[in-house]
């Protein structure tokens, strides 16, 4: 009976306590106004911007050199690899540091933990060109190469967040989901995870940003992107060529910022 009883008062505790988290009222009208800004303003700045890049550089005088990068063509071939590049290793981020975060927070594999975020550390310790250098002399040229490169520059606030995020769950909560006789996987997923969203996906957002502005640095390593017309904007002193190459970075890396809010917005559990 007085069994029952506490795996009664468990559930109820849980219950109430995973509910006041993940439930929360409506938006009043001007949260709604709020949010369907955040959600609308940055495309429509984006927008603006690229309208204003394509007709200023059509009101430029361009020389041969200038219309053979200045075309749809090597413009689009350019974009699609910076996205690839940007979004591969993103996806490699997430299956590669979630898993890892949600392990360095097990007691079994604390001990651990000083040795995996000083190796996650390395990544940006480095310079992320010198970082390059030196996987270029070991491993060549190529688009691998800029996988690895990027991978090792995102993959800390990711692990970082995801073992926050875990950490900072109320134990309580923990401990009432154990008297409910739910398995460690079970409150892992059901509670953990649940409650570590917010964390976990603002780490990220912060990873989807840096590989952004990090896989420019490809075209050192014959990878491509939009790093190959900023660069030959420098080397051949043809400031459209820079310009251009530079803001469309600059879209895309808020673009993923966008999406990354999004998903944040999508995923987070209600009043949290």
């Known amino acids: 009976m007085a069994s029952s009883t506490a795996s009664s008062s468990a559930s109820a ?39 204003a890049l394509y007709l200023w ?6 020389d041969s050199i200038e219309q053979r990068t200045l075309n749809y063509s090597y413009l689009s071939t350019a974009v699609v690899q910076h996205l690839e590049l940007t979004g591969l290793a993103t996806l490699l981020v997430v299956v ?21 975020i000083g190796l996650a550390n390395l990544g940006q310790a480095t310079p992320a060109i010198g970082l390059l250098v030196l996987l270029t002399i070991k491993f060549g040229v ?33 401990e009432a989901a154990r008297g409910m006789g739910m398995r460690p996987l079970q ?16 780490g990220l957002r912060t990873a989807l940003v840096l590989s952004v502005g990090v896989a420019t640095l490809a075209t050192f390593v014959a990878a491509g992107g939009l790093g190959d017309i900023i660069v030959n904007g420098i080397k051949l002193d043809r400031e459209p060529v820079l310009i251009t190459g530079s803001v469309l970075t600059c879209c895309i890396a808020f673009a993923m910022d966008w999406l990354g809010g999004v998903a944040e917005l999508v ?3 209600r009043g949290i």
């Open 96 to 116: 590669i540091a979630i898993p890892l975060g949600i392990l360095m927070t097990r007691k079994a594999t604390k001990p651990l933990r000083p040795l995996v």
């Open 267 to 269: 995923l987070r559990p």
């Open 142 to 174: 190529g688009f691998h190469v800029a996988m690895i490169g990027l991978v090792a520059y995102a993959v800390l606030p990711v692990l970082r967040n995801t073992m926050i995020g875990i950490e900072q769950v109320d134990p309580a909560l923990v």
């Open 187 to 202: 409150v892992l997923r059901g509670v953990e995870l649940k409650l570590a969203v917010p964390v976990i996906l603002a």
């Open 13 to 51: 505790a849980l219950t109430s306590s995973v509910s006041a988290a993940t439930t929360g009222a409506a938006p009043a009208g001007g949260g709604s106004r709020r949010l369907l800004l955040r959600l609308i303003g940055t495309p429509v700045a984006l927008a603006l911007v690229l309208l």
């Open 57 to 62: 550089a059509h009101g430029q005088q361009l």
